[in-house]
Nanobody, 120 residues
Framework: QVRLAESGGGSVQSGGSLRLSCAAS????????MAWFRQAPGKEREEVAH???????HYAVPIEGRFTISQDNAKTYWYLQMNSLNPDDTAMYYC??????????????WGQGTQVTVSS
């Protein structure tokens, strides 16, 4: 059974940093893409970043180099290091995994989310 669990969220002041972690069970070496998404109140969910099958990182929102996505070798943990946070980064952050493969990432497993709140 596959389960994704996020941790590391919290409340910080503008300019602060957080490191989000995603622990994946039942998925070792089977993830083609691993991603972080976020959803702010009243807004649609958006992808923040993902790592593809070849280990390359892709950033989908204009984070201007503030965030870094990484993974462990077994693809059972992935992380989102977030620096220089600002109030616009306030959202629920979700990790997601694609274990089916294909021409593009299509996420079939999701975590429950971890809240990030940035105050000015």
């Amino acid at each position: 059974q596959v389960r994704l669990a996020e941790s590391g969220g919290g409340s910080v002041q503008s300019g602060g940093s957080l490191r989000l972690s995603c622990a994946a069970s039942g998925i070792a070496y089977r993830a083609y893409c691993m991603a972080w998404f976020r959803q702010a109140p009243g807004k649609e969910r958006e992808e923040v970043a993902h790592i593809d099958y070849f280990g390359s990182a892709h950033y989908a929102v204009p984070i201007e180099g503030r965030f870094t996505i990484s993974q462990d070798n077994a693809k059972t943990y992935w992380y989102l290091q977030m620096n220089s946070l600002n109030p616009d980064d306030t959202a629920m952050y979700y990790c997601a995994a694609d274990t089916r493969g294909g021409d593009s990432c299509d996420y079939n497993y999701w975590g429950q989310g971890t809240q990030v709140t940035v105050s000015s």
